[in-house]
């Protein structure tokens, strides 16, 4: 994309940074998970953010109405299921399972991405598309795990819980991508949160679990709704503007990469050799395919 046709310049770096920012959430998101139910936790961290953003709501509602029927039932979608039903059933997965079972069916959404954006928005996905995925998502597999020959997934149900947020999350960078070509991402972003709140709290009376979560647990809560959702997500939806779903769901590989540094540097982790090179893989993969964005005529993906 260029500037001389008339369309936004290529902000494949830009869905990058945004999932930096999401690496923070694990950090953020693991202890209060282990004091709080994951119900708790997602609503808390709606209403916070939606606080923040009410001098805007009635904008973007006003934005909403004006939206067509398609553009309305993609942001109720992204509301409900990618913000609300999709973090929880994230975090649910950590509670009910292993540590690893999430994190091995993560790296399915991009796939799931390149399907729907290929259903719902025509996007064609050129050859040279796959010399920046296959790295990318090899990249990702080893830098999960210390033995990336050596995993195994055991937990049906937090199998199912994780398999379902990436299938949600997928369908949340393709309808983003959809309405963000024609609604200010000001706008989405505060619609995804304005529709994820009821909904979260939804899922939060149907099972059962407190609304009070204690002072103690408020700076977490209020750190996990600035960094990596606020925050994050409107860069992400600004990025998402200018980047087809098939390329940005591989910019957002950024987020493991940035977890392991966050884990390395301020949880004293330790990375085995292969995390460490698949780190580097990821890094290069996605650092490629932003540069080959800007400096090639041909973009890795044709947008419908």
């Known amino acids: 994309m260029n500037s001389s046709s008339g369309t936004v310049a290529d902000r494949t770096w830009l869905v990058a940074c945004a999932a930096a920012l999401w690496g923070t959430d694990g950090l953020l998101r693991q202890p209060l998970a282990e004091a709080l139910p994951a119900a708790s936790v997602v609503f808390w ?17 006003r934005a909403f109405a004006a939206s067509s029927w398609r553009e ?61 995925a296959v790295p990318a998502l090899l990249g990702a597999w080893m830098l999960s795990f210390p ?18 947020a990436a299938v949600l999350w997928a369908a949340g960078t393709v309808l983003g991508r959809m309405v963000s070509a024609s609604m200010p991402p000001r706008d989405v972003t505060v619609l995804r949160f304005g529709f994820g709140l009821p909904a979260a709290a939804a899922v939060l009376l149907w099972q059962g679990e407190p609304i009070l979560v204690g002072w103690d647990n408020a700076l977490g809560l209020i750190l996990l709704a600035v960094v990596p959702g606020l925050l994050g997500l409107s860069l992400y939806y600004v990025g998402l503007r200018a980047t087809p779903a098939s390329r940005a769901t591989l910019a957002e590989l950024a987020f493991p990469a940035t977890a ?9 982790v330790d990375l085995s050799l292969t995390q460490w090179i698949g780190f580097l893989i990821v890094v290069a993969a996605i650092t490629g395919l932003g540069w080959h964005e800007k400096v090639r005529a041909t973009p890795v993906v044709a947008s419908g």
């Open 147 to 164: 033995d990336p020959l050596a995993v195994q997934v055991t937990a049906a149900q937090s199998a199912l819980f994780a398999l379902g």
């Open 45 to 61: 961290e709606h209403l916070i953010i939606v606080v923040l953003v009410l001098p805007f709501l009635p904008r973007a509602l």
């Open 72 to 132: 309305r039932i993609a942001l109720i979608i992204i509301g409900v299921g990618a913000s609300a039903v999709a973090t929880a059933l994230f975090t649910a997965s950590f509670a009910v399972g292993d540590a690893i079972t999430p994190l091995v069916l993560q790296k399915l959404q991009p796939l799931f991405a390149v399907l729907a954006a290929y259903w719902l928005l025509a996007e064609r996905i050129r050859a040279t598309y796959w010399f920046f």
């Open 260 to 268: 392991a540094l966050i884990g390395v540097g301020l949880l004293g």
